[in-house]
Structures are given as structure tokens and as C-alpha cells.
Nanobody, 124 residues
Framework: QVQVVESGGGSVQSGGSLRLTCAAS??????LAWFRQAPGKEREGVAG???????NIADSVKGRFTVSRDNVKNTVYLQMNSLKHEDTAMYYC????????????????????WGQGTQVTVSS
């Protein structure tokens, strides 16, 4: 059974950077993704990546966030630059052994393993 653990959250000022890390264990997920949820809002897909390197980045963070992975370590990274106050949220890592379409990478349904989340707070 695949499990994931996130790390790297914290508090930064607007314009700052953070790097989130998610390590998967118990299997080699083909699809790894980051989602976020702010208070009172729905969970949204931020970035996803497959083992073949295909990525899908949400329009709201495109140009500021990048996603990458180490297939040997079964680890996915989210580099967040030029952070804005509206990026404040709990960030969750998700993993699935299955092969997802480009669109499916940012859909929360179908991901079978979820982390407990790491808080990102951006002060304006």
C-alpha cells in the first residue's frame, strides 16, 4: 500500500520561495501530484507529474511553480517561487500507481494515497 509524506511547508513573505517534498513508500507511483485547500475553499489541483515526465500545472500557478520528481527515490518536489498571499493553503501530496491522463493528473478523484498535508502561509 502506497503511503506519502510531505515536508517543507512554512511561512514566508510575499515574493518568497518554498520547496515542498513528498516521499512515497510501499510502491512506485506512476502519478504524483500536489493539491491545496484554503479555508472555506475546495481542494484544487496544483501540479502533477508522471514517471515519463509529463506535467500538468494549474493556470493559477503557472510560471511560478514547477514540479519535478526523482523516480529512483519515488519523490516529488514542488518548487514555489514568487509566492502570493492567495497561495496560502494546506498542501497535500497524492499518489497513484495508475497511469493518469494529462487532465487526470489534476483531478483529486482516483488518487488512492494522500498525505496529511503541510501548511504554507504567505504573508502580504
Amino acid at each position: 500500500q502506497v503511503q506519502v509524506v510531505e515536508s517543507g511547508g512554512g511561512s514566508v513573505q510575499s515574493g518568497g520561495s518554498l520547496r515542498l517534498t513528498c516521499a512515497a513508500s510501499g510502491g512506485s507511483p506512476d502519478s504524483l501530484a500536489w493539491f491545496r485547500q484554503a479555508p472555506g475553499k475546495e481542494r484544487e489541483g496544483v501540479a502533477g507529474i508522471r514517471t515519463d515526465g509529463v506535467t500538468n500545472i494549474a493556470d493559477s500557478v503557472k510560471g511560478r511553480f514547477t514540479v519535478s520528481r526523482d523516480n529512483v527515490k519515488n519523490t516529488v518536489y514542488l518548487q514555489m517561487n514568487s509566492l502570493k498571499h492567495e497561495d496560502t493553503a494546506m498542501y497535500y501530496c497524492a499518489a497513484d500507481l495508475g497511469w493518469k491522463t494529462w487532465t487526470g493528473l489534476l483531478r483529486s478523484d482516483g488518487y488512492r494515497a494522500w498525505g496529511q498535508g503541510t501548511q504554507v502561509t504567505v504573508s502580504s
